[in-house]
């Protein structure tokens, strides 16, 4: 006796997806993306209630349990999917966290997809037995055709003529903010780096090192930095909690040096505490968004932006770090292809929301293998090619007196130095940024705006 096979499906996320809708109607711009169409649920009176749904959202009316109720009753649809009992369970039924929504809607286009490919290839076999070979390739490739547009989306094509009006308007808005002193992208903490960059712009950076090199410090730099002039950031931690980072923010501010583990087990002198105080207080108005939920995945990372940049409350994004982000699980496929979607996936996010995304990584302990001075370079990127070929920026974070070289090649001090490599620039020039920690180890200046004088004074009066 012959199984039957039953289609592709999930119902659990189709139930997620819908009671998710119902009860936060403002999540529904992270669902259409991938669901555009009510058949792309295998429930019918799941299609029934999504088809509602997306009616009420044309209408521009709210999404609720009373106004779908009213929808469905309206187009005689009610009755059949069970009425508000039916209705109520959705939402009564949710087992995931909204959060993770994103990620169901993507499994519901899949098997979508999925059903297609087999009706689409039952079909074309039994037309095999009956048309010629030509025929039966046509059927093929136009099948595949179908098959493609769904997985890739709608294609949006311009000719280049048309683009050249926006090129055109774009360079008369860099120029006017050129004349004015305007950065065209979002400042960072290094106004060296910024005229190599030209700022922060929508696009994916890669700020890799090795751990000790002060990664963390130098992202919380370029938030601060970001806040400073107005700009909204959105900083995932996977390493580090909200007090331990904020701590760090409130070091940064200080405008002298505090041991931070002095800090850490409050043996202060009032001075310092001062110092402390008058720096929390300031931080109160950078618009930084601490998320520091450690076990996330690049869906909850892009369902998150998405909401906050709706929201407006985010022009830059950093991860931290790439190697912690939660990657699904596919039998027999390397860490590398996995890290390759977690990289292509943040690419097209940023590209997206128009966003610049700064994404930390880890270098891999090659760097410190080879001579040179322990010299950072690509290679060194672990799963580096996905990493670099996705990456519209690499910046290394190199500190020097780590490897024991105390005097750089121009005779000067690396203490406190941190060198930031610009390897890959799309769009630009490449080269090394100087910069300090001064007066706390956490605040990242250039090394150009700090009196050598004035450096070493400083240094001596925190040590007595």
């Keep these: 006796m012959e199984l039957i096979k039953i289609p592709p499906h999930n119902l ?101 997809i999925k059903r297609q490919i087999i ?49 055109l308007s774009q360079l008369e808005t860099r120029c006017n903010n050129f004349k004015n002193g305007i950065l065209n992208g979002i400042p960072t903490n290094s106004k060296q780096l910024d005229n190599l960059l030209g700022g922060l712009k929508k696009g994916l950076y890669i700020l890799a090192g090795r751990p000790g090199m002060k990664k963390t410090a130098q992202a919380l730099c370029m938030a601060k930095a970001a806040a400073k002039n ?14 331990s980072l904020t701590d760090r923010v409130i070091l940064s501010e200080t405008e002298m040096f505090i041991d931070s583990v002095r800090y850490a087990n409050g043996n202060l002198i009032k001075h310092e505490k001062d110092a402390v105080v008058s720096a929390a207080i300031q931080i ?17 990372i892009g369902s998150t932006l998405r909401r906050m940049v709706r929201r407006g409350e985010c022009d830059v994004a950093f991860i931290d770090y790439l190697q912690l982000v939660d990657t699904e699980k596919v039998r027999n496929e390397n860490r590398e292809r996995e890290i390759a979607k977690v990289t292509r996936y943040l690419k097209l996010l940023s590209k997206e929301l128009s966003i610049p995304i700064v994404l930390l990584a880890q270098l891999s302990r090659k760097v410190e293998e080879r001579g040179n001075g322990c010299r950072p370079q690509l290679s060194d990127l672990r799963e580096s090619g996905a990493i670099e070929q996705d990456a519209d920026v690499v910046m290394f974070v190199y500190r020097p007196e780590k490897y024991g070289i105390i005097i750089d090649e121009n005779g000067q001090s690396t203490k406190d130095m941190l060198v930031l490599i610009v390897d890959k620039h799309r769009n630009g020039m490449i080269g090394d940024v100087l910069c300090k920690s001064y007066p706390s180890p956490y605040n990242i200046i250039d090394a150009n705006s700090i009196k050598t004088t004035e450096y070493q004074q400083d240094e001596t009066i925190s040590k007595v």
């Design 12 to 112: 659990e996320s189709e139930r997620a997806v819908l009671g998710s809708l119902i009860l936060s109607s403002e999540l529904l711009t992270d669902v259409i993306k991938y669901i555009d169409r009510a058949d792309y649920f295998y429930d019918t009176k799941h299609a029934v209630v999504y088809s509602a749904i997306l009616s009420l959202n044309k209408k521009n009316n709210p999404i609720d349990l009373i106004s779908l109720f009213k929808e469905l009753k309206e187009e005689s649809q009610i009755d059949g999917i069970g009425g508000a009992p039916f209705l109520n369970s959705l939402t009564n039924r949710i087992i995931y966290e909204q959060a993770n929504l994103e990620y169901h809607a993507l499994m519901i286009k899949q098997d979508y």
């Design 119 to 167: 009706l689409k290839s039952t079909a074309l076999i039994e037309e095999a037995y009956n048309i010629d070979l030509d025929d039966a390739l046509r059927v093929m490739n136009r099948n595949l055709d179908e098959i493609h547009t769904l997985t890739e989306g709608k294609v949006q094509t311009q000719t280049v003529g048309e683009i050249a009006n926006d090129c």
């Design 230 to 243: 107005g700009f909204k950031s959105a900083f995932f931690s996977l390493e580090m909690d909200a007090l």
């Design 284 to 300: 109160r108005d950078y618009e930084i968004y601490l998320d520091p939920n450690p076990v996330v995945d690049v869906y909850y």
